[in-house]
């Protein structure tokens, strides 16, 4: 399902980013741009594999927001492999005499009985939270320019008004696991600080469920019926906390909900709670410390916990960057691209993509952006998980394609470089996601196909059954998934020869695989091996697909 959707517009979109640093330039590995993001996924990013942050909006209006790569919203769908092993001989004559598409209506009724009600989504990628930063510009806003260092990680963001002249910074930290934000004057003569921090509702947000057959209008009685999660938010002087349950828990997932906090630190100034926010006044500097932690078992107070742990942290945004930007940037710096655009690297971003259009080119320092910015949003997005369809970052609660693990093409292209780009420790998550779907996968080999070994789906988030299928989309005639995901379990033992890992789960791995197609091949009418039922992702259905045959 290759497709361009969010994670690839937000991608391109960080092309127009990096650290601010005088003179108002664009870092030659980074990006910048003067024009102002005003909607979400224009947005710059900033992430740890873990938790991710975009930053939009414009002075008066500025927002962040917070992710967390497990944060996927149960929808309450029930996943349900039917048992029609015994009924493949019968669907492979179908398909020889009437063709895939028909053959599919045929399987579709005898999936019936088990449960299947049709083609089910996935459960979506949602975000953690919305931080709202509202100030009142003074005059008009001018010298306005956004920037973000693929280098170090962190996003800055700076203009005037008739006061003088703001900043804000902003990085996710890969040594403490934190999103860190400092609001502050800039200048000889920095202007104080005014800003509500504001978080809006999140259970109050008619957060809505969507299948296929239900859509939900957002004025409709029915979605503000079908809330999905149910938010507790507890704000004091220094700090606000949100605990947030979701309405239909996954034993499977494993978490019934997620804390989040921040812990807030004004330098000089005042600082009022009020209703969902903290009234900051006269402030030298403002820095906002945030976490969002999944929960297995929610209870009353239950963010107390993470809030603790922010408190542990040092109150200084110089003392949490450095670590941070020495772990990243090393990761970042271990392929380095010379393309000839040195004299044009610190350029804004603009400049470069106005020049391209004019002259029909790309100019050398641009092509360096982006080959450096691809791999900016894949490091920053690889971690405890690899990157979803969204990489780390979303800012709707029902994103393209469910913002999944897209497993007929996606995932594999997001992570394909990381050996060759010497950053194997970040295929990490990537190993765990496939290795913990693996009973899922069994299951599908089984149900679908009465055979032994395993079967990936097309699309997976809190589980990996394969339940999005029909004859509008033939999910479950594609079965080359697992041995296109293991290639990188095999490329792992050719780029570091680690024995071990050969042994202990690539080697497993590959026996599980091939124990599939020891019973799903078969003989066919000429005495050669037939893969059917066969797709071909992005192509269609028939039988010995190129992409089955090559897997295998």
């Known amino acids: 399902m290759s497709k361009f959707i969010p994670a690839q517009l937000l991608l391109c979109c960080s092309l127009v980013g990096a650290a601010f640093a005088a003179p108002l330039q664009s870092p030659e590995r980074g990006a ?24 939009y909006g414009a002075p008066g209006r500025e927002l962040v927001t917070l992710n967390h790569a497990l944060l996927f919203l149960p929808l309450g769908n029930k996943a349900v492999v039917p048992q029609l092993g015994d009924k493949l001989p019968e669907l492979r004559r179908r398909i020889g005499e009437q063709g895939h598409d028909k053959a599919m209506l045929w399987w579709m009724e005898q999936a019936k009985p088990f449960g299947y009600t049709g083609l089910l989504n996935t459960d979506p990628f949602h975000p953690g939270l919305e931080l709202e930063l509202l100030t009142q510009p003074v005059g008009s806003v001018r010298d306005y320019l956004r920037t973000e260092d693929f280098a170090t990680g962190e996003v800055s963001v700076r203009w005037s008004d008739d006061r003088g002249e703001f900043q804000r910074q902003l990085f996710v930290s890969r040594p403490d696991n934190v999103v860190v934000l400092r609001l502050r004057g800039e200048g000889p003569k920095a202007p104080l600080v005014d800003a509500d921090l504001r978080i809006p509702g999140v259970g109050d947000a008619r957060v809505r469920a969507y299948t296929q ?33 979701y309405k239909y828990p996954s034993p499977e997932y494993g978490h019934d909900g997620y804390d989040a906090a921040l812990r ?37 107070g239950s963010s107390q916990e993470l809030r603790r742990q922010l408190d542990a942290l040092p109150g200084d945004y110089a003392a949490l960057l450095a670590p941070h930007a020495r772990v990243h940037g090393d990761l970042f710096s271990r392929v380095t691209v010379d393309f000839g655009g040195a004299k044009e690297r610190t350029q804004t971003t603009d400049a470069l993509l106005a020049r391209s259009v004019a002259t029909k080119e790309i100019p050398p320092a641009l092509l360096e952006k982006i080959y450096d910015g691809s791999r900016y949003v894949i490091l920053s997005a690889s971690g405890i998980r690899p990157p979803n369809l969204q990489g780390i970052w ?52 089984k149900g679908l196909f009465g055979a032994r070994g395993v079967v990936a789906p097309t699309r997976q988030s809190t589980h990996a059954k394969n339940i999005h299928w029909s004859n ?6 594609w079965t080359p998934g697992a041995g296109w995901l293991a290639h990188w379990f095999q490329e792992h033992f050719a780029y570091t020869g680690d024995r071990r890992f050969l042994a202990e789960r690539t080697v497993p791995l590959l026996k599980e695989i091939a124990l599939f197609y020891e019973d799903f091949l078969y003989a066919g009418p000429d005495g050669r091996l037939l893969f059917r039922p066969s797709k071909s992702a992005e192509n269609g259905s028939n039988d010995n697909s190129t992409q089955d045959i090559m897997v295998a």
């Open 264 to 300: 807030v630190i004004v330098r000089g100034g005042s600082v009022k709670p009020g209703e969902r926010l903290l009234s900051v006044r006269g402030a030298e500097e403002i820095l906002v410390i945030a976490r969002i932690e999944p929960r297995r078992k929610l209870a009353p």
């Open 394 to 445: 979303t800012g709707t609660w029902q994103p393209a394609w469910s913002g999944d693990y897209t497993t007929n093409t996606n995932l594999q292209l997001a992570i394909a470089h990381h050996f060759s780009c010497g950053t194997p420790e970040l295929l990490d998550g990537y190993f765990k996601l496939i290795e913990q779907s693996l009973p899922d996968w069994r299951l599908n080999a």
């Open 213 to 245: 057959d239900h859509q939900l209008d957002a004025a409709s009685p029915e979605a503000a019926a079908n809330v999905l999660i149910q938010s507790q938010l507890c704000v004091d002087a220094d700090g606000l906390r949100l605990e947030n349950a």
């Open 472 to 477: 509008r989309f033939h999910g479950s005639y």
């Open 32 to 55: 910048a741009s003067t024009e102002m993001a005003r909607q979400w996924d224009r947005g710059f990013l900033s992430g740890n594999g873990t938790q991710g942050a975009i930053y």
